[in-house]
């Protein structure tokens, strides 16, 4: 990955990337629920959780290739899934937004596991959006499919577009966003933080029962929240990858840590600590009413 920023929105310029030999023809990876312990075949990936609900499998198409990196399933979406299949109280009966989806993986989740709303978006990429459908299309029953919405959106851009789309019934903005493996592009910090300020509800709507609010601490929990995923991919630029984090701090977000899962680095050849490059960190932010 480079270490040069590029402020440009243009699609072949938002992420400024050395040349890589092609990647291959598009790629099917399953994400598999409840499985035990033992070995995994390549491309499995495992939620160690038991939930009601009755599926077991995602399946998620990625794109062939694509100078967004949407051809990869990066380490923080496997471990966003995980984490949304654990915290289900977060979203359930709720609108989930997710910024930079690729291939979904973390709405799909949120979809299955009783969202009333959730909005997938990337960049305005026709293959691209095609195959975030797809990935819809193929994880989503027929009968929930309408609760699921794909679209092209450019951090920064108004929200209003986002806003529309996710209104059902009592619902008013997003009970949470999810950014998964995007602080790596610095350049993009405050257009994504100008995208959040606004966009999550300042409650969690009344279809939230009284029971599901008993005391205070659940009532925190409950509190719409932006869930910033990642990894350090050049270890050497971490501190520019924490600057997201103190911007938002800076703009009156309070940052919990709520994850730190080790996997395999996504690119073993790349330069910098391998131990630093396997890490995935997990923050849940949130903004006082």
Known sequence: MSDSDDDSLALDTIFTEPPRPSTPEPTLIIYRRNLQEGELSEGEIVSEVVDESQWTTIEIQLIGTHPLWAHHLWNAARAFASY????RELYRNGAVLELGAGGGLPGIVCAKNGARRVVLTDYPDAPLLKVLQRNVERNIPTQLQSRVHVQGY????????????????????YDIVIMSDLVFNHSQHDALLKTCKHILSMKRTSSQSAESRPNTEQNDVLKPSLLVFYSHHRPHLAHRDMEFLEKAKAQGWQCDKVVTQKFPPMFPEDPGDEEVRAMVHGWRLTRSQ
Do not use: A, F, N, R
């Open 84 to 87: 949304l299949d654990t915290h």
């Open 154 to 173: 450019i951090w920064g851009h108004p929200i209003e577009p986002l806003l529309e789309v996710q209104k059902t019934g009592e619902l008013e903005g």
